[in-house]
C-alpha cells in the first residue's frame, strides 16, 4: 500500500491550517489543493467546502492538518488531534514543518481501522532552502500495522496543472515510474474542475483566509470578462447577417442545376461556403462545451483574423501604384503568348515530331480541330479583353474578405483562362482511352478469347469468321494509328498537369490557411503546459528506508500531434488517388480532376 | 522401420489404408510390379498414313508462299487487281459449289448454315474490307518498308505455328488473326485502294476459306484430298519459283522434309517409344525455384 499525495508547491511555505483537497476513489492517492488558515470557525468551513462542491462538481473535503510553526506556537499535538474529531474523515492527515529543522512530517490517522486508535507516522526531511530543487529526506516508519504503508509526495505546480489539458498518449508504453493514466487524469480533472476554490483572494475580507494559486493579474481578466460581454451581442449580429446570407443562397435560382453545378466547380463559392460554416460556429453566442469545441473555435478565429491581414496587406499591395493596370496589361499578352506557343507546338506536332513515325492522315485531321480550337480562344480572349482590367479591380475587392478569397478567385480565373487546355486534354483523353479499351478488347479477340463479364475473367471462345475479320481489321488500324494519337494524349496530358500543378498549389495554401491550428500551436510555443501529453516524475530524494519524493512535470505535446489533433477539417483537396493509381489512370486515359466526376457504374 | 524391414509371416500384407496393420505406411510387398503395364494404347502409324496427314501441313505452308507470290505479283503491277479480284470471285464460287456438294454428300451436320446468312457474311465482309481499303491503304505509310516485312514474316510464321492442323474447319482465332493482320500489312504496301480490296479478299479466301473446303474433302473423299494437297505444293513451288527462285528452293527443301523426312523420324523413334503405366500415382517434382534465386 503505497499512499500518493499530490501537494501544491504554492503551499509549502503556507501558514498552519486545514488541508482542502479530494481523496481519489479506488487509488490510494489525495490531491492537496489549499490551506486554510487558522483561526477559523469549522461550522464556515464545512459550509465552505460545501460551497465549493457544489460549484465546482469536485468531492471536495477536508484532508488533513498542515503546521508551519512560528517561533514560539509549541503544543499543537492535543489540538491538531482533535481536530480530526470534528471533521470526521476515514483517514485525516497530519503533515507538519518544523520551521528550525528541515522536517517534514506526516501522521496518519486511521479512523477505519481499530477504532481511530491506528496511527502510523512518516517523517520526512525536506530541505529549507530551496523547494523546488531537490531535497534531502530522512524518513523514519513505524510500522504499527501488518501492512507497510508508504508514503510517496508528489509536488505539482497548481497553476500548470489547472490550465493544462491532459491528451492520451500515443502508441507510446506507459512509463512504469508514471502513475496508471486514469488516476493522473483524475488528478488533473479535479485540479482544473476545482477553480472556483481559486477565487478567493489572500486579501479578501472573509471568515476564511486559504493559501493556493492565485492569479496575479486580475485587471488583465476584468478585460477578458468585459471583452466576453461584449463579444455575446457581437455574435448575434453576425448570426442575424448569416441567416440573412443563407436565405439569399437558398433562394430557388441558386439552386437550379446549371448554376448549383457552376458553384461547386468555382473555388471562391466553395471557400464562400466554407467559411460562412466556419462563422457559423463561431457565432453561436452560447460558451464553447468542452477543450475541443473551445480549440476549435479559437483556431478558426484566429486563421480568419490571419487571413483577413494577409488579404488586406495584398489589398494595400494592388490598389498602389496602379498594379492592378498593369497585371491586366500583362495578361492579354500572355494569353497570347501561350496560345502562340500551343500554336506553334501543334505544327511541330502535325509535322514529324521527334522523328516520330505519325500517321500522317490522322496528324492534319487531329492537328486542324485543335488549331481551330486556339483560334476560337484567341479571338474570345480578345474579346474579353477591354473587361478584364474591371475584372481584376472588382475582383482584388475580394481580398479584403481574406487572402483565401483572392487565392481562389486566382485559381477560378486560371482555371477559366485554360479552359482550352483542359478541353484538349479531354478530346485527347477519350481518343485515347477510347482506343486503348478498343485495343485491348480486340487483343483479346485476337487471341481467340473474351471477357467474361458475369466470372470477371477471360474466357476462351469460338467467334465466328466474319467477327474474327472484322475484329483483326480494326486491330489492325488501331494499332497503327495508336501513336498519333497517343503522341497527341500525351502532350496535351503534360500542359493539363502543369495546370492542374499551379491549381494543386493554389488549393493546398488556401486549405493550408483554413485549416492550419494557428492558435494551438501559438499555445504550444508560448505556453507550451497548456497542451500536455502526460506527465514526467524527477526523484527529488530516493534512499533506501526513506519515502520517495518526486517532483512532477508536465510533457509539452509534440508539435505533429498538436498540428494533426487540431487541424481543422475541411473539404479536402488533396488528390484522392495515389501515385499508382494516377499513373495508371493517365496511362489508360481516364480523366483526372475532371470537371465532372462521373457517378460510379455498377458493373 | 523401412520398407525393407520383414514382418511377420504371419499376417499377410493388404493393400487397404483402414486397417491397422504392422507395416510402414510405405511398405510394398512383391506383387508391386506385377501392375506395370508398358506402352498402353499405343497407335502404331504407318509411314504413308502419317505422310498423307503431313500433306496438310505442306499445303498450308505453300498457301502461305502462294499468297506471298500473289502479293509480289500485285506489288510489281504484273498482276491487275481486277484480275485478281474476278479470279478470286471465280474460285469462291467454285469452292462453294464444292463445299455444298461436300456436304451435302456426307453426313448433314448439326445445325447448317442457311444461304442468307453465308450471303450475310460475304456481304460483310465486302463492304468492310472495300470501306477500309483508302484507310488501310495510308495506314503504314510512315512505318518503314522493312518494319512491314519483319511484322508480316513474324505474323506469317505465328499463322503457320498455331494453325489447328487437326482440326482446321471453324479456323483457330490466332492463327487467322495473324495472318490477316500480316495480310494487312503486306496490302497497305500495295500502291492503290482497289489493290488493298483486291489482296484482302484474297486473304479472306487463303486464309478462311480454304482450310475449311480442305478439311471437308479430307473428311468426305480422302483419295482426292491426296492429289489437292500435292497440287497446292507444286502450285506454292512453282509460283514462288517464278518470282524468287532461292525461296522456291527453300521451300521445296521445307516441303520435302515437313512431308517425307518428319513423318520417317516419327516412325523410327516409335520403336524407342516406353511409357509405363501403373496403379500409381506419377510423381511430380515441384521445385522450388527460389531457391535458386538466391
Not at chain 1, 482544473?192 to 486580475?218: I, M, N, V
Not at chain 1, 498602389?320 to 503568348?337: C, E, G, K, S
Not at chain 1, 475582383?395 to 483572392?406: I, R, W, Y
Not at chain 2, 483419295?223 to 517464278?242: D, P
Request: charged fraction near 15%; hydrophobic fraction near 45%.
Amino acid at each position: 500500500m503505497v499512499l500518493k499525495i499530490f501537494f501544491p508547491q504554492c503551499c509549502n511555505r503556507a501558514d498552519s491550517g486545514l488541508l482542502v483537497g479530494r481523496w481519489i476513489a479506488g487509488h490510494d492517492s489525495a490531491v492537496v489543493l489549499a490551506v486554510i488558515h487558522y483561526p477559523f470557525i469549522p461550522g464556515q468551513v464545512k459550509q465552505y467546502v460545501q460551497q465549493m462542491q457544489a460549484q465546482s462538481g469536485v468531492e471536495l473535503s477536508v484532508l488533513g492538518s498542515w503546521s508551519l510553526p512560528k517561533d514560539g506556537q509549541e503544543g499543537m499535538e492535543s489540538f491538531l488531534r482533535d481536530l480530526s474529531t470534528i471533521f470526521p474523515q476515514k483517514c485525516w492527515l497530519q503533515i507538519s514543518r518544523q520551521m528550525g529543522k528541515t522536517g517534514f512530517t506526516c501522521n496518519i490517522l486511521n479512523r477505519a481501522q481499530n477504532g481511530g486508535a491506528a496511527q502510523q507516522e512518516v517523517t520526512k526531511k525536506k530541505d529549507e532552502e530551496d523547494v523546488k530543487s531537490d531535497g534531502e529526506a530522512g524518513g523514519e516508519e513505524e510500522d504499527k500495522e501488518e501492512e507497510e504503508e508508504k508514503v510517496i509526495f508528489v509536488h505539482y505546480e497548481q497553476r500548470k496543472v489547472m490550465l493544462s489539458q491532459l491528451h492520451p498518449i500515443e502508441n507510446g508504453v506507459p512509463d512504469p515510474k508514471t502513475d496508471p493514466p486514469s488516476e493522473l487524469r483524475q488528478m488533473f480533472q479535479t485540479v482544473a474542475h476545482s477553480q472556483p476554490l481559486f477565487f478567493l483572494d489572500k486579501y479578501d475580507d472573509g471568515p476564511l483566509k486559504s493559501t493556493h494559486w492565485q492569479s496575479e493579474g486580475r485587471e488583465a481578466s476584468i478585460i477578458v470578462e468585459l471583452l466576453k460581454q461584449a463579444s455575446v451581442p457581437l455574435c448575434l449580429l453576425l448570426s442575424c447577417l448569416l441567416s440573412l446570407w443563407t436565405w439569399i443562397c437558398n433562394i430557388r435560382i441558386f439552386s437550379l442545376h446549371p448554376l448549383r453545378f457552376l458553384s461547386s466547380k468555382l473555388s471562391t463559392c466553395v471557400q464562400l461556403s466554407y467559411r460562412t460554416q466556419h462563422m457559423r460556429t463561431l457565432s453561436s453566442p452560447k460558451p464553447a462545451a468542452g477543450h475541443t469545441q473551445f480549440m476549435r473555435k479559437a483556431n478558426i478565429l484566429v486563421s480568419f483574423l490571419v487571413d483577413v491581414a494577409l488579404g488586406m496587406l495584398l489589398i494595400s499591395w494592388l490598389y498602389r501604384d496602379n498594379h492592378i493596370t498593369m497585371l491586366a496589361n500583362t495578361l492579354v499578352p500572355a494569353a497570347d503568348h501561350v496560345a502562340k506557343e500551343l500554336e506553334e507546338l501543334l505544327q511541330w506536332l502535325m509535322g514529324a515530331p521527334a522523328g516520330l513515325k505519325m500517321n500522317r492522315a490522322l496528324d492534319q485531321v487531329l492537328g486542324r480541330f485543335f488549331l481551330y480550337h486556339i483560334h476560337l480562344w484567341i479571338s474570345y480572349i480578345h474579346l474579353m479583353s477591354p473587361f478584364i482590367e474591371g475584372i481584376l479591380w472588382y475582383g482584388g475587392l475580394s481580398a479584403c474578405l481574406g487572402l483565401t478569397f483572392a487565392l481562389s478567385l486566382l485559381s477560378d480565373m486560371v482555371a477559366l483562362l485554360t479552359f482550352h487546355i483542359y478541353c484538349f486534354y479531354v478530346y485527347g483523353a477519350r481518343l485515347y482511352c477510347m482506343k486503348i479499351y478498343g485495343l485491348s478488347s480486340l487483343w483479346r479477340l485476337f487471341r481467340g478469347k473474351k471477357w467474361n463479364v458475369l466470372r470477371q475473367r477471360v474466357d476462351s471462345c469460338s467467334y465466328d469468321l466474319d467477327k474474327l475479320f472484322i475484329g483483326t481489321l480494326l486491330f489492325t488500324i488501331l494499332l497503327f494509328l495508336l501513336p498519333t494519337t497517343a503522341l497527341y494524349y500525351l502532350v496535351f496530358t503534360l500542359l493539363r498537369l502543369v495546370v492542374v500543378l499551379f491549381q494543386g498549389v493554389l488549393h493546398l495554401s488556401v486549405d493550408f490557411i483554413n485549416s492550419f491550428p494557428l492558435f494551438a500551436v501559438g499555445l504550444r510555443i508560448c505556453r507550451s503546459y497548456r497542451l500536455a501529453e502526460g506527465v514526467k516524475f524527477r526523484v527529488l530524494c530516493d534512499e533506501p528506508g526513506t519515502a520517495l519524493h518526486l517532483l512532477m512535470e508536465l510533457n509539452p505535446l509534440k508539435c505533429s500531434t498538436v498540428v494533426q489533433t487540431y487541424r481543422t477539417p475541411t473539404y479536402s483537396c488533396y488528390p484522392k488517388d495515389s501515385w499508382a493509381a494516377l499513373v495508371k489512370k493517365l496511362f489508360v486515359g481516364e480523366l483526372i480532376y475532371p470537371w465532372r466526376h462521373k457517378t460510379t457504374k455498377a458493373d | 522401420m523401412g520398407p525393407d524391414s520383414a514382418p511377420g509371416p504371419a499376417v499377410p500384407w493388404q493393400k487397404v489404408l483402414w486397417e491397422r496393420q504392422p507395416f510402414p505406411d510405405n511398405y510394398v510387398d512383391q506383387r508391386f510390379l506385377e501392375e506395370l503395364r508398358r506402352n498402353e494404347g499405343l497407335r502404331q502409324y504407318r509411314y504413308w498414313a502419317v505422310v498423307n496427314e503431313a500433306g496438310f501441313v505442306g499445303q498450308q505452308l505453300s498457301c502461305v508462299a502462294i499468297f506471298i507470290t500473289l502479293w509480289l505479283y500485285m506489288e510489281q503491277g504484273l498482276l491487275s487487281p481486277e484480275t485478281l479480284l474476278s479470279t478470286s470471285l471465280v474460285c469462291a464460287l467454285l469452292g462453294y459449289g464444292l463445299y455444298q456438294v461436300l456436304t451435302s454428300s456426307g453426313e448433314s451436320g448439326c445445325e447448317p448454315r442457311t444461304r442468307l446468312a453465308d450471303l450475310q457474311s460475304a456481304t460483310i465482309f465486302l463492304s468492310f474490307t472495300f470501306g477500309f481499303s483508302p484507310v488501310l491503304k495510308t495506314l503504314t505509310e510512315s512505318v518503314s518498308t522493312d518494319t512491314v516485312y519483319a511484322m508480316s514474316a513474324m505474323m506469317l510464321l505465328a499463322h503457320l505455328v498455331s494453325f489447328p492442323y487437326a482440326q482446321p474447319s471453324p479456323p483457330g482465332s490466332l492463327s487467322l488473326n495473324a495472318a490477316l493482320f500480316a495480310s494487312v500489312c503486306l496490302a497497305s504496301r500495295l500502291p492503290g485502294a482497289l489493290h488493298t480490296f483486291a489482296m484482302l479478299s484474297c486473304a479472306l479466301l487463303v486464309f478462311a476459306l480454304w482450310p475449311c473446303l480442305l478439311q471437308r474433302l479430307r473428311e468426305n473423299a480422302p483419295s482426292q484430298f491426296t492429289g489437292v494437297c500435292v497440287g497446292m505444293c507444286v502450285g506454292g513451288v512453282g509460283g514462288l519459283g517464278s518470282q524468287w527462285l532461292g525461296g522456291a528452293v527453300l521451300l521445296a527443301l521445307a516441303l520435302g522434309s515437313v512431308t517425307l523426312l518428319c513423318p520417317l523420324l516419327l516412325v523410327w523413334l516409335q520403336r524407342h517409344k516406353d511409357n509405363i503405366h501403373g496403379p500409381w500415382d506419377e510423381a511430380e517434382i515441384h521445385e522450388d525455384l527460389s531457391r535458386f534465386l538466391h
